[in-house]
């Protein structure tokens, strides 16, 4: 069964439910909206496997009552380029997850977005379920094993903000900030999230007027994935000595791009990687007691 390019709004239960009386081989639902959905929007919690293949691709979970996906004892689960924003949705009753899977033979969630669940954006048990390559804003992710050990933020999972465009429901837009953390941060060096809303460019990015910033942050390079030159921006909320270097994947120093005692304020350095060949590096930043890492990718 496929469901693609369809929208289900405000439904006060569920938006697509499959049970032991539908039996297929594979459910796969692409670019589709959810808005307002009072519980899970894709539900099966029943014991007996109903769906050997379940593909959940290129959607958008807005506001939501219940949860986004909740998909139990399917044999494949792959939950990709999913843009979860819970928000202030006015079903809510109960705690709130993007994902909750449990006991699937396979579990893969990969290039997602969950933002701002009052709860957890994943929760997932089975045996060694794949969780990587999503950013979570303002929420928590759950990953156990079969053998009951837990996970926080395994992988290249990140805690960040994708600076959505607009999130009110009246003028909608989740496009990500070109500067935002959801940029380039995917498996394949692209953008995390449903890739239907784009990306775009705060117009006030640079505009600060005089302020100094009161924490200190690392932010995603742009462009990235890049060739061969990339603009790398850092907050340094106090003084002090700050180091900025480029690893490979085998945490070995390629170059130091800064090694100096910085002012507080909004500071950008561009790199250039002519030289260097393709594929995924990680630049870090260390300021007084402020350490934060990323990965950029460089593409020829």
Known sequence: MVVEDCEFARNRLRAIHTD?????????????????????????????????????????FYKLGGGGVRLNNVGELVVTNNTFFFGDSSLTNRSVIGVRAQNDTVTTIRDNIFASFDYKGV????????????????????????????????YFNIEGDPIFKDTSAATLDLAVEVNGDAIGNASDGGNLGDPRWGTWTLSSVDDRGGELPIAYALHQNYPNP???????????????????????????????????????????????????????????????????????????
């Not at 009072?38 to 958008?60: F, P, W």
């Not at 003084?239 to 480029?246: P, W």
């Not at 500071?267 to 402020?290: C, K, M, P």
């Open 20 to 60: 032991d009386n539908n039996t297929m081989d594979t459910l796969i639902v692409k670019n589709c909206f959810f808005e307002e959905i009072g519980e899970y929007a894709i539900y099966r919690s029943y014991a007996t496997r109903s769906v050997e293949v379940a593909i959940i691709t290129g959607n958008t």
């Open 123 to 154: 929760e997932v048990y089975g045996p060694d379920p794949t969780v990587e390559y999503n950013l979570f804003m303002d929420c928590g992710i759950n990953v156990i094993n079969d053998d009951d050990t837990t996970m926080t933020f395994p």
């Open 226 to 300: 890049f060739n061969p030159s990339t603009t790398i921006r850092f907050d340094v909320a106090a003084a002090g000595h700050a180091s900025l270097k480029v690893y490979d994947l085998l945490g070995r120093e390629i170059v130091t791009l800064l090694d100096q005692v910085m002012e507080p304020g909004y500071h950008t350095i561009t790199w250039n990687a002519e030289g260097l060949t393709s594929g995924i590096y990680f630049y870090r930043i260390q300021v007084n007691d402020f350490v934060k890492n990323r990965k950029l990718v460089i593409l020829k």
